[in-house]
């Protein structure tokens, strides 16, 4: 590790070793303990993970008064929205990911990478301890003043058994690359001449468990791969090829418009791809995948060839027993404040898949300015107060903002006008005591952000603005008035812009629900999911290699090669 030692040397400079170091140099004169003395000034970043949020963090991060370490595992950036047209051959897996040295190299600030991962965080005192992905054994130990944890989140199999040993999951670049492999295994195999019928039939099932996007997208990736690739290269199969999707819920993409949901069942129904809800699976065996009908609790067995795993995510141990630590081990993710810091925890950032921000404190904090709000205890607003304590509240809480403006707001002022009984809303009286019971109704749609790349990634460019700006806003606080304490809170809390969701339902067609809930199907959905991946690519060279391998596909086909 030589990149590694030199940040040592770093280190042990900062923990009091400076004169030793000094001394180390001193045959180079006066200038190397000038920059050994401006390097100790440096506040140490690390970074843990290289995903959507990481990434978008070091990417926007301009401030050359950081020492920045990166620790992850995986020595690239991968472009997940991506991954199910991996696992068909549709995009190589080499055009969707980019070296995180590539991504690095441009920056001007001192940034430095480790292949490895973190297995433990003393928050106590600033450390973590990290173990080489080399060999998973050579450990070491690396100081931090700021540590940012953008460790994602790992698959949820619900410990359903046998789901980690007989399933495949659609996680990583290798989780796709395994999946395209079986495949065409399973088409092989099922064409060999001493295959019965029936075991014919059970190779050539599929199926996928979970109705969420990436389950229905790659249920219609594999479809298209086998309607438009597969059918022609094994004739004689073609007809027993089944494509199954379980979904425990009533619909498919419930997270989705109706109109969505209700176009992608029928369409999955016109394709002939089987669309079984309300049914959980159970248990799975090597051949065999056992299922519970959500209704009357039955228990159904259906034989397959392969399974694709996605019913969502799970917690890393090592954010398990972080959460442990710091006494939110009852906790799914960790809790952050709306300046994504960790909860107790002053120089420790987590964004992504791996943090929410706690809306149980945001609705205790609501509560509390309506309180002080009303300072003659009369427990009454006037709508003008009112509406004042709202800009409040959407100033340090931007993400409940969209609830309050957007419709739960007017839904407030509904329920408040039916218990008045009055329409004349600018001349009433509000009761604090009313309103929070109108807020609590609200509070269980004040769900947690969801678990996307658009979320991690404008975590990510929100974080890495903050540090870029930390001593200009130090100086100059621009946030909202501290609620606790005195004076303004340095930066803005993170505000998180819906952009709009794709469902690509293969054939071409692709669901898209945009911002203001404008729902868009078909062609021309599919058209703007293709510029829209292509723009959001972090390099020149992955746009080019994405586009040239959608352009080989409609040209040539995809690749059936079992490599
Ligand atoms: P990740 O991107 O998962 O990155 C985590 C990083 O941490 C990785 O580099 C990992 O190697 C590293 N790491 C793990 N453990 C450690 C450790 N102990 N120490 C150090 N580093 C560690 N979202 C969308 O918005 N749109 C989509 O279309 C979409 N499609 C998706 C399709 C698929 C198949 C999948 C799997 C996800 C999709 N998502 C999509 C979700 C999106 O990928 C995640 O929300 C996003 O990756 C979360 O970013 P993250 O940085 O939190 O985690």
Not at 220 to 225: E, G, K
Not at 306 to 316: E, F, K, L, N, Q
């Amino acid at each position: 590790y030589p990149s590694l030692s030199k940040f040592l040397v770093v280190f042990t400079v900062s923990g009091g070793g400076l004169v030793a170091y000094a001394e180390a140099n001193s045959t180079n004169g006066a200038p190397a303990i000038a920059s050994s003395e401006s390097e100790n000034v440096k506040k140490k970043v690390v970074v843990l993970g290289t995903g959507w949020a990481g990434t978008s963090f070091l990417k926007n991060l301009n401030n050359p008064t950081y020492d920045v370490q990166v620790i992850s595992p995986r020595n690239y950036f991968a472009f997940t929205p991506l991954l199910p047209s991996v696992t068909c051959g549709t995009v190589e897996p080499r055009s969707i990911v980019e070296p995180i040295r590539n991504i690095v190299r441009k920056k001007h600030s001192d940034v430095q990478y480790c292949e490895a991962e973190c297995f433990k965080i003393d928050a106590e005192n600033k450390k973590i301890y990290c173990r080489s992905t080399q060999n998973g054994k050579d450990e070491f130990v690396v100081d931090f003043d700021y540590l940012i944890i953008s460790v994602g989140a790992r698959v949820n199999t619900f410990n359903t058994p046998g789901v980690e040993e007989h399933c495949h999951f659609l996680k990583e670049v290798e989780d796709a690359q395994r999946i395209r492999r079986t495949v065409i295994d399973c088409f092989e195999r099922a064409s060999l001449p001493n295959v019965s019928e029936e075991e014919r039939k059970r190779i050539l099932h599929f199926a996928i468990v979970g109705g969420g996007p990436t389950g229905v997208e790659f249920a219609a990736v594999l479809h298209d791969f086998v309607k438009e690739d597969l059918v022609t290269l094994y004739p004689r199969v073609k007809d027993q090829v089944k494509i199954t999707l379980l979904e425990a819920g009533d619909h498919i993409l419930n997270m989705f418009d109706k109109r969505i949901t209700t176009f992608a069942e029928d369409k999955f129904g016109r394709d002939g791809i089987d669309v079984k809800t309300g049914s959980m699976v159970v248990k799975v065996s090597e051949k065999e995948i056992s299922t519970k009908e959500m209704k009357n609790g039955q228990i159904s067995v259906m034989p397959y060839g392969m399974a694709v795993w996605s019913t969502g995510i799970g917690t890393r141990p090592i954010i398990v027993d972080f959460m442990k630590q710091i006494g939110q081990a009852n906790r799914r993710v960790l809790a952050t404040d709306e300046w994504l810091r960790v909860e107790g925890c002053d120089s420790i950032y987590a964004l992504g898949d791996c943090a929410t921000i706690n809306q149980r404190k945001v609705m205790e904090d609501i509560s509390a300015i309506f309180s002080k709000a009303d300072a003659d205890n009369s427990g009454t607003l006037t709508v003008k107060e009112f509406r004042e304590v709202i800009d409040d509240i959407c100033e340090r809480y931007p993400q409940v903002e969209l609830y309050l403006k957007k419709k739960q707001m007017s839904d407030i002022f509904d329920l408040l006008k039916e218990s008045k009984g009055d329409d004349t809303k600018e001349s009433i009286e509000l009761n604090i005591e009313e309103f929070k019971s109108a807020l609590s109704q609200v509070d269980s749609q004040m769900k947690n952000l969801p678990a996307t790349a658009q979320v991690a990634s404008q975590q990510g460019v929100y974080l890495a603005k903050c540090f870029n700006r930390m001593e200009e806003c130090e100086k100059n606080p621009e946030g909202p008035l501290r609620f606790r304490g005195t004076g303004r809170h340095r930066f803005r809390p993170f505000r998180y812009k819906h952009l709009g969701q794709f469902a690509p339902l293969g054939g071409e067609q692709t669901a898209a629900q945009l911002p203001g809930d404008w729902v868009s199907i078909g062609q021309s959905s599919q058209w703007l999911w293709y510029s829209v991946y292509t723009s959001k690519q972090v390099s020149w060279r992955n746009r080019v290699l994405v586009v040239t391998d959608w352009t080989r596909r409609f040209i040539f086909g995809r690749d059936s090669s079992r490599i």
